[in-house]
């Protein structure tokens, strides 16, 4: 019995030690993230402005209404897709309302380049999304496309 549990011991210890406490680094999927982007750009034919973080966007109708910041809280119509065209979430047509600094980076910096009444595009790389966590519907390492209407700053 006693070297049976000096086994165990052992074994524990040994399995305890060869884990490592570290976890795999995320993988940086941004060169990929930014050629794909690009391609969806030309086989679209789109003309997108590129953010230095990387967020590109297009403005179909900037609004004429308040301008939100990074902290407002707002309501937006949107659909959400990949560069496939599957649509992976969609709000009704009154839209959803949420603070800017509780979503996605990729949103908390592209909603405030429209005003109110604005709509367009954001093509966002996985690391203003969710990076190389997946979710539910949303792989690791997904660029995201939002069409977007700013309904109101509230």
């Not at 570290?22 to 030309?42: G, H, L, M, S, V």
């Not at 590129?50 to 297009?58: A, E, F, Q, V």
């Not at 900037?62 to 910041?69: E, I, L, S, W």
């Not at 959400?80 to 996605?104: E, M, Y």
Request: with cysteine.
């Amino acid at each position: 019995m006693k070297k049976l549990l000096t086994a165990l011991f052992t074994l524990t210890l040994f399995i305890s030690c060869s884990s490592s406490d570290k976890e795999t680094p995320a993988k940086d999927y941004r060169e990929e993230n930014e050629q794909e982007i690009k391609d969806y750009i030309a086989k679209n034919d789109l003309t997108a402005v590129r953010t230095d973080s990387g967020l590109y966007y297009i403005i179909d109708e900037p609004g004429t209404g308040k301008q939100p910041t990074a902290t407002s809280s707002v309501t937006v119509a949107y659909t959400g897709s990949f560069t496939s065209g599957k649509t992976f979430d969609q709000s009704t047509s009154a839209g959803a309302t949420f603070p800017l600094n509780r979503v996605i980076q990729g949103w908390t910096e592209g909603i405030p380049l429209f005003k109110e009444g604005g709509s367009g595009t954001l093509l966002i790389p996985s690391h203003l999304g969710y990076g190389s966590t997946s979710i539910p519907g949303i792989p690791a390492g997904s660029v995201l496309i939002f069409d977007v209407k700013l309904i109101k700053v509230n």
